[in-house]
């Protein structure tokens, strides 16, 4: 199982980045996908989710309204669109498959795959 996660950079603060995620190697309609990201020194925290057929999603206050999570089940690829970017969204960002069952999304001990993170610099 892979799970490439691309498209972070540097941006000013107030901009937009579009990160995306290929998965392989797993049936990406079984699983739930979500982004965590990791402040420098902080704990990783969940950004967002969304479940298989994109019908329900799910966003941390912090990002509500700003961020966009969608997927593409025949690319199999999870995006995540960020608008009006904030200097604190500055993170290591990661795509993380759900392994089903019960719990809430944003528990990182519900997440079987990980990918390899991506860096968003936000500049003020």
């Known amino acids: 199982v892979q799970l490439q996660a691309s498209g972070g950079g540097v941006v000013q603060a107030g901009g937009s980045l579009s990160l995306s995620c290929k998965v392989s190697?797993?049936?990406?309609?079984?699983?739930?996908m979500s982004w965590f990201r990791r402040a420098p020194g902080k704990e990783r925290e969940f950004v967002a989710a969304i479940n298989w057929n994109g019908g329900s999603t799910y966003y941390a206050d912090s990002v509500k309204g700003r961020f966009t999570i969608s997927r593409d089940n025949a690319k199999n690829t999870v995006h995540l669109q960020m608008n009006s970017l904030k200097p604190e969204d500055t993170a290591v960002y990661y795509c993380?498959?759900?392994?089903?069952?019960?719990?809430?999304?944003?528990?990182?001990?519900?997440?079987?795959?990980w990918g390899q993170g991506t860096q968003v610099t936000v500049s003020s």
């Open positions: 190697g797993l049936t990406f309609t079984d699983n739930l």
């Open positions: 993380a498959s759900h392994r089903g069952g019960y719990g809430h999304v944003s528990d990182e001990q519900k997440y079987a795959y």
